[in-house]
Structures are given as C-alpha cells and as structure tokens.
C-alpha cells in the first residue's frame, strides 16, 4: 500500500469508518503502547487551548472511542455538556462502554453538522481525525458555525516533524514499528499501514492554518508538540 495515493469523497470515507470498525476493539490500548501514554498530555494541551471553563459545552468530532471526550468532560464538570460525533458505529460503542453523566454520543459525519444549531456550543475539538477527512472546508465552515462567537476550535493532529532528527525517529518509529506494532496487535495491518500514509498526505500546517481562517476563524495559531510529529491548531470564532 506504500506510495499510493489515498481515495477521496465517499470512497475514503467508507475505507476509514470500516478500519476503525474493525480496530475499535484494540484502538485505546494501541495508541497507548504507540505513543507511550503521551496522547493524556496531548488532550490536556486540547483541553488548555480550547480555554473550557466549568459549565461549557463542547463539540468532539471524530470523537472515536472518547479518549478526549471523558478529559473535555472531566474539564467542563457536571453542569457542563460534551457531544462527541463519529461515523465509526464499532468505536462509539467502545466509548459508551465508559459512560459519563454529562456526555452524550450520537453516530454522525463530521462534515455534516446540519443537525446541530448554530453557536450551540463554546468549543469545537477534533483529535487525529482532520487527516481521515479529505474536505477540510466543509469540517471546519461546519465547526466555526457550531461554535458561538468567541468560543474555539481546535485540531490536533499527527504530523510530518521538520526537524532532522525528529525526521529520523519518525521514519523509524512511524513508517517501520507502527504498521508491524499496529499489524500484530490490532491484527489488521491494512489499518497501521493506512495511518502513516494519511498523515504523509495531510496538508502542511500553514496551509491548515489558512483553512481555518477561510472558514471563518481568526487569530488562528499553531505549535508543535512531542518534536514536530503532533501539531495543535486553534482559532477563535469572531464576535
Ligand atoms: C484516530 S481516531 C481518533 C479518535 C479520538 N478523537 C481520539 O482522540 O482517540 C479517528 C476517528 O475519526 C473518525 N472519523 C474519521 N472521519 C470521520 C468523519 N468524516 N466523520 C465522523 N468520524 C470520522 C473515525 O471513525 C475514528 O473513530
């Protein structure tokens, strides 16, 4: 599967939601062992970037089995409120496997946010999903909407590092360990083989930057965490 390029529209999508379907089992403990238990400190970094106070309520797109749903849930407190959407039905029933009183999680795109009113919500996140979806404008027009003005968007992502060394852990640990960690674990090599590619494929983080701009966020900023291999987008819906 190495150096093809990636499907886009429904094709893509059918792909993903099927893979993650078939890892959902194994996805929590896989992404533990890959990133070491770092992937805590990185939804705290989500968590500090979307500014959330008790009582807010935020949007979790591609929320998965609710790694950072239960941590944005835990921030916002009991009088707060977390919806976490994804189209994989295998991971939401691994995260309604954890509930919590105060989340709720509906099966949906992430580009279709149709049902949900605009400025519903003080914050919009999405964690390692953004590089699954080919149409980032309709993600974060969708997201931008949803939140009211002033609240945040956030993205956090895995990236290409830009530094030298970081581009040789990377090379090493991404292109080589992952897909056989991921294969012998999760027993799906297609699946660990996919995420590497997809994260070649993202666009840059400039360009993410500008996207989010278009889509009507402002102060749009970024920094790079764990040596360049995850970035942090965030942009504030203007008043
Ligand atoms: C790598 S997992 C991330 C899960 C979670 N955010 C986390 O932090 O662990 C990516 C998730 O994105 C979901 N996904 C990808 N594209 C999507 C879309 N267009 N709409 C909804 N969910 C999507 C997949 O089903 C999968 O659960």
Not at 9 to 32: H, K, P, S
Not at 51 to 56: A, E, S, T, Y
Not at 75 to 90: A, K, N, Q
Request: aromatic fraction near 8%; proline fraction near 5%.
């Amino acid at each position: 599967m190495s150096g093809r390029n990636l499907p886009t529209g429904r094709e893509r999508a059918a792909l993903v939601e099927e893979m993650f379907d078939r890892i959902a089992g194994r996805y929590e403990l896989l992404n533990t062992v890959m990133t070491g238990g770092m992937h805590h400190l990185w939804n705290r970094k989500v968590i500090a970037a979307a500014n959330l106070l008790p009582g807010d309520w935020v949007l979790d797109l591609a929320c998965g089995t609710g790694s950072l749903t239960r941590d944005l849930a835990r921030r916002v407190g009991p009088e707060g409120y977390v919806l976490g959407i994804d189209f994989s039905r295998e991971m939401l029933r691994c995260a309604e496997a954890k509930p919590l009183p105060n989340v709720e999680y509906r099966h949906g795109d992430a580009t279709d946010l149709r049902e949900i009113r605009d400025a519903a919500f003080d914050a919009a996140t999405i964690a390692y999903g953004a590089r699954n979806i080919p149409d980032l404008d309709a993600l974060f027009s969708g997201m931008s909407r949803v939140v009211r003005p002033g609240g945040r968007v956030v993205c956090l992502e895995i990236a290409t590092p830009e530094s030298r060394a970081s581009q040789m852990f990377y090379g090493l640990w991404f292109d080589r360990a992952v897909p056989k960690l991921g294969a012998r674990i999760s027993g799906d090599p297609e699946a660990y083989t996919y995420l590497p590619e997809s994260v070649k494929e993202f666009v840059a983080a400039d360009d993410l930057s500008g996207i989010m701009e278009r889509n009507g966020l402002q102060d749009v900023t970024y920094r790079r965490l764990a040596g360049g291999i995850i970035t942090l987008h965030r942009g504030v819906r203007g008043l």
